[in-house]
């Protein structure tokens, strides 16, 4: 079991299933994008076995509902955007060191958009429309990705 952080939204934390997860130590609210946000420790446990996950394209799978993890890309996604939390428990610490060097390459969290991405297939998904399109530049919505990340889960 390992505890990992992860930035959430409290109007829209949706949790997945097969993760155990308790609320730890205090919570810390900050404003960010206009929106309520907190800081809350989540304890996982790790089971990345790829078998449970259910592949999207090449190298691209979910492992859970509202997660997408793209192995060549190096990242994970959630419904606010990557998550590097879940690239960690997904994909492991590499990834989401490479992740971290290239934010600060780019000048850090504030020249970096994390809410709006492309995954190696070029399909592009922006977290505050919730919905993803067949690239960056098309009008096509791509349904599969779209009702993964962003769908309810009956």
Known sequence: MKTVK???????????TSLAFSALATKQTEQSNSLNTETVDIEVNSTSNTANHTPLADGIYSPEHGIICDQKAGFCVD????????TQTFLGEDAQNKMLQMIEEVGGSDNFDSSRFSFSNKVYCDSTERRCFDDRYSDTQQT??????????E
């Not at 599969?144 to 889960?153: G, S, W």
């Open 79 to 86: 419904g606010f955007g990557i998550s590097m939390a879940f």
């Open 6 to 16: 992860h930035l959430v939204r409290p109007t829209l934390l949706l949790l997945s």
């Open 144 to 153: 599969q990705f779209t009702d993964v990340l962003f769908a309810e889960e």
